[in-house]
T-cell receptor, first 109, second 112 residues
Framework: GQNIDQPTEMTATEGAIVQINCTYQTSGFNGLFWYQQHAGEAPTFLSYNVLDGLEEKGRFSSFLSRSKGYSYLLLKELQMKDSASYLCAVMNRDDKIIFGKGTRLHILP | DAGITQSPRHKVTETGTPVTLRCHQTENHRYMYWYRQDPGHGLRLIHYSYGVKDTDKGEVSDGYSVSRSKTEDFLLTLESATSSQTSVYFC???????????FGQGTRLTVV
């Protein structure tokens, strides 16, 4: 089966940097996704990692270590609009995409 | 995003009635997914499809069936709706090269 863990809630300050961790166990890893979801809205795609290493996309970066079953999403220069839930999802060899329960990020002024 | 549309956006139905939700895409992507999202549970996979007439079960498939008779449409059916199926339902499509997956706007279903 699959198991995906991420912290339930985190708080950070505007202008700071925050790292949201995700650990996973899966039968046949085929990629990891990160999404942002504002309350009452659909999730929006942030990143996809299938190889080890860091992928940078503007203020957001995503890291993957397949050997450790570990990923993180790094958000820099935090803005109030970054207050949202961040969802980690793993795709297995059967093409199923399974989500963790999400991390609710609160940004303080 | 990526030409994905869900219908209806909102629906209220009575216990025991059948309900069908539609997910429509305009870009001929192979993979389509149905999820439900509930407080405390996050997004849970109901069923998914990897091609026309090719579907498989997800984590919470009991009480749901799906059909994909053409590439652009993926239908989710609740044969006999129950109050426990009150939820927000999201459809997602994944690009064949694996690099991105996009969600529809969601359908809020209430079973009374």
């Amino acid at each position: 089966g699959q198991n995906i863990d991420q912290p339930t809630e985190m708080t950070a300050t505007e202008g700071a940097i925050v790292q949201i961790n995700c650990t996973y166990q899966t039968s046949g890893f085929n990629g990891l996704f990160w999404y942002q979801q504002h309350a009452g809205e659909a999730p929006t795609f942030l990143s996809y990692n299938v190889l080890d290493g860091l992928e940078e996309k503007g203020r957001f970066s995503s890291f993957l270590s397949r050997s450790k079953g570990y990923s993180y999403l790094l958000l820099k220069e935090l803005q109030m609009k970054d207050s949202a839930s961040y969802l980690c999802a793993v795709m297995n060899r059967d093409d199923k995409i399974i989500f963790g329960k999400g991390t609710r990020l609160h940004i303080l002024p | 995003d990526a030409g994905i549309t869900q219908s209806p956006r909102h629906k209220v139905t009575e216990t025991g009635t059948p309900v069908t939700l539609r997910c429509h895409q305009t870009e001929n992507h192979r993979y389509m997914y149905w999820y439900r999202q509930d407080p405390g549970h996050g997004l849970r996979l109901i069923h998914y499809s990897y091609g026309v007439k090719d579907t498989d079960k997800g984590e919470v498939s009991d009480g749901y069936s799906v059909s994909r008779s053409k590439t652009e449409d993926f239908l989710l059916t609740l044969e006999s709706a129950t109050s426990s199926q009150t939820s927000v339902y999201f459809c997602a499509i994944r690009k064949t090269d694996n690099t991105e997956a996009f969600f529809g706007q969601g359908t809020r279903l209430t079973v009374v």
